[in-house]
């Protein structure tokens, strides 16, 4: 319930600001009830209460139409495996997945966390003590933002990512971009819900909308370096899927997923063949998966 309704109050709908307090817990009725500091009073027994952030990603609305463009053999592996291929972030052709900004700019991005570093260890919770030299602080500092560095780069190792396309319609560039308009390709379309729902109503699977900044004038945050990317990327329209593992060394892994929930059509490419139409139901009907095979819109024919 928190994970869904992480944006407001379950009973007055109040909705939380950063720093806000949220409330876990459970009702009169033991109904699961996720409530502000006004409605606290409505919960019997008190779970876990959180300090409120925002999610680092926008949430698309449920019935946005998402795209996923791949040739036929990847498409044939989600049918056999009956689950959704995430990529590790660490083998992204970008390289800036997951980067906070740019090189010639991280001056100011260390500036900015010594100083924080040393404000916290200077200013420890009021029965606490630092104790510490003004040498020993700045050497707690610098460790710490090594740290902050290291953790960045484990991340893209531990980080899975399943990119999709927000559009209302097929996208000429996406099929040129993501299956190099061969004719042997396919396109899923879903929806933002029953994505959501194919994998389970996961609360460790996050899926939102990628949010494109300028890394000349800003930076991504600690939390969000998986949600941005460069401006040059804005013609993806890119919602993800991000689920993280710390114990998978592969280049990526396999999430079981409902395909009679995920997949609502299937498009094949515009240069394929006629037949090809056919081929893609016959294999959907051997792995038992009943969905409509439509031609792509791309081929339909103008008059003058």
């Given at each position: 319930?928190?994970?869904?309704?992480?944006?407001?109050?379950?009973s007055?709908?109040?909705?939380f600001?950063?720093?806000?307090?949220?409330?876990?817990?459970?009702?009169?009725?033991?109904?699961p009830?996720?409530?502000?500091?006004?409605?606290?009073?409505?919960?019997?027994?008190?779970?876990i209460?959180?300090?409120?952030?925002?999610?680092?990603?926008?949430?698309?609305?449920?019935?946005?139409?998402?795209?996923?463009?791949?040739?036929?053999?990847?498409?044939?592996?989600?049918?056999?495996?009956?689950?959704?291929y995430?990529?590790?972030?660490?083998?992204?052709?970008?390289?800036?997945?997951?980067?906070?900004?740019?090189?010639n700019?991280?001056?100011?991005?260390?500036?900015?966390?010594?100083?924080?570093?040393?404000?916290?260890?200077?200013?420890?919770?009021?029965?606490?003590k630092?104790?510490?030299?003004?040498?020993?602080?700045?050497?707690?500092?610098?460790?710490?933002?090594?740290?902050?560095?290291?953790?960045g780069?484990?991340?893209?190792?531990?980080?899975?990512?399943?990119?999709?396309?927000?559009?209302?319609?097929?996208?000429?560039?996406?099929?040129?971009?993501?299956?190099?308009?061969?004719?042997?390709?396919?396109?899923?379309?879903?929806?933002?819900?029953?994505?959501?729902?194919?994998?389970?109503r996961?609360?460790?699977?996050?899926?939102?909308?990628?949010?494109?900044?300028?890394?000349?004038?800003?930076?991504?945050?600690?939390?969000?370096?998986?949600?941005?990317?460069?401006?040059?990327?804005?013609?993806?329209?890119?919602?993800?899927?991000?689920?993280?593992?710390?114990?998978?060394?592969?280049?990526?892994?396999?999430?079981?997923?409902d395909?009679?929930?995920?997949?609502?059509?299937?498009?094949?490419?515009?240069?394929?063949?006629?037949?090809?139409?056919?081929?893609?139901?016959?294999?959907?009907?051997?792995?038992?998966?009943?969905?409509?095979?439509?031609?792509?819109?791309?081929?339909?024919?103008?008059?003058?």
């Amino acid at each position: 319930m928190a994970f869904e309704s992480h944006d407001a109050c379950v009973s007055c709908g109040y909705a939380f600001n950063k720093g806000d307090t949220s409330h876990l817990g459970y009702g009169n009725d033991d109904e699961p009830l996720y409530v502000c500091d006004k409605c606290a009073k409505l919960l019997k027994e008190t779970a876990i209460r959180h300090y409120f952030m925002p999610r680092p990603y926008i949430l698309p609305v449920p019935n946005s139409k998402l795209w996923r463009y791949m040739d036929f053999t990847k498409y044939v592996s989600l049918l056999a495996s009956r689950g959704l291929y995430f990529t590790s972030a660490d083998s992204f052709e970008d390289n800036y997945e997951g980067a906070k900004g740019l090189k010639n700019h991280k001056e100011k991005w260390d500036s900015h966390f010594l100083e924080f570093f040393r404000s916290a260890i200077k200013n420890p919770p009021p029965e606490y003590k630092h104790g510490l030299s003004e040498v020993e602080v700045e050497n707690q500092a610098s460790k710490l933002l090594a740290d902050l560095e290291l953790v960045g780069m484990a991340n893209k190792q531990s980080t899975f990512i399943s990119c999709w396309h927000e559009s209302e319609h097929e996208s000429e560039a996406m099929w040129r971009l993501y299956s190099s308009f061969l004719a042997n390709a396919v396109a899923v379309r879903t929806t933002y819900e029953s994505l959501y729902q194919s994998l389970g109503r996961d609360p460790s699977i996050y899926i939102g909308r990628v949010q494109y900044i300028d890394l000349k004038k800003s930076y991504a945050s600690v939390n969000d370096a998986f949600w941005r990317k460069r401006k040059s990327f804005e013609h993806e329209r890119e919602v993800r899927a991000v689920v993280h593992d710390l114990d998978c060394k592969e280049q990526g892994k396999v999430l079981t997923c409902d395909l009679d929930q995920l997949i609502e059509e299937v498009f094949v490419s515009p240069k394929a063949p006629a037949w090809f139409a056919e081929l893609v139901t016959d294999v959907n009907k051997k792995y038992g998966v009943q969905v409509a095979v439509s031609t792509s819109e791309l081929i339909e024919e103008p008059f003058f």
